[in-house]
């Protein structure tokens, strides 16, 4: 199945290092993130998981829960699970869904025939908590993924879902934002008490908005 974004993150129930789990109760009212690796027992992966659950208050701060997802067995997860714990100096308390029927990959696209028949590649998916998919990111399986970026798209997501703003190239929590087009600069003057710094008339500066605006 293919996803856009926009469109509802397909639910499912797996069985997963926690437990059996229910993707939609897993989540609540919570942002999501939802990513597969290539396989257990791999080098890049192992560090993927380990800076995952190092960042784990990060995530919580932010409100997001995190799931991974591979196609091999729980047995082998648990096993390799001790080894990310030790290696990377950490504590993976977050579920890793064992995908053996590849019901999980198949809903979400995660295994991409020319890249490999079997295994998924890095797909990531942030969740909004109205279980619309935000975020789509594939890498491939030899290049780890940025997980402070993951960080700032959720920055950025949480920011414009709740303001009239849109967040420029490079964009860090804390510096200007965009106006949008959809807003006048008249209407943005009084939106933003903060400041309106009108480059151009497409291209309009605000700090971060205040909750109330
Ligand atoms: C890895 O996670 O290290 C990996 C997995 C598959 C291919 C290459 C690297």
């Known amino acids: 199945m293919s996803l856009h974004l926009g469109d509802k993150a397909p639910d499912f129930t797996a069985q997963t290092t926690e437990g059996e789990l229910n993707f939609y109760s897993y989540l609540g009212d919570s942002w999501g993130v939802l990513f597969s690796h290539p396989a257990d027992y791999t080098p890049v992966c192992t560090t993927e998981l380990g800076r995952t659950a ?15 997802v591979s196609v091999d067995a729980l047995d082998k997860h ?8 030790e290696t990377q100096n950490c504590n993976v ?5 064992a995908d053996e029927s ?3 990959a198949m809903l979400y696209d995660m295994i991409h025939p020319n890249a490999s028949a079997t295994a998924t590649v890095r797909s990531l998916f942030i969740i909004g908590p109205d279980k619309a998919v935000k975020l789509m990111i594939t890498y491939p399986a030899s290049t780890g993924r940025n997980f402070n970026e993951v960080l700032r798209v959720i920055d950025s997501l949480q920011l414009t879902a709740k303001h009239s703003v849109a967040t420029p190239a490079d964009w860090q929590h804390g510096e200007d934002v965009i106006v949008v087009p959809a807003v006048s600069t008249e209407d943005a003057i009084k939106k933003f008490p903060k400041g309106v710094n009108i480059v151009k008339p497409y291209l309009r500066y605000t700090p971060v908005p205040d909750d109330n605006n």
């Open 54 to 68: 190092l960042l784990k208050e990060e995530f919580r701060k932010r409100n997001v829960k995190v799931l991974a």
């Open 78 to 85: 648990f096993g390799w699970r001790a080894d990310i714990n």
């Open 93 to 97: 308390d977050f579920p890793i869904i």
């Open 102 to 104: 590849r019901e999980v």
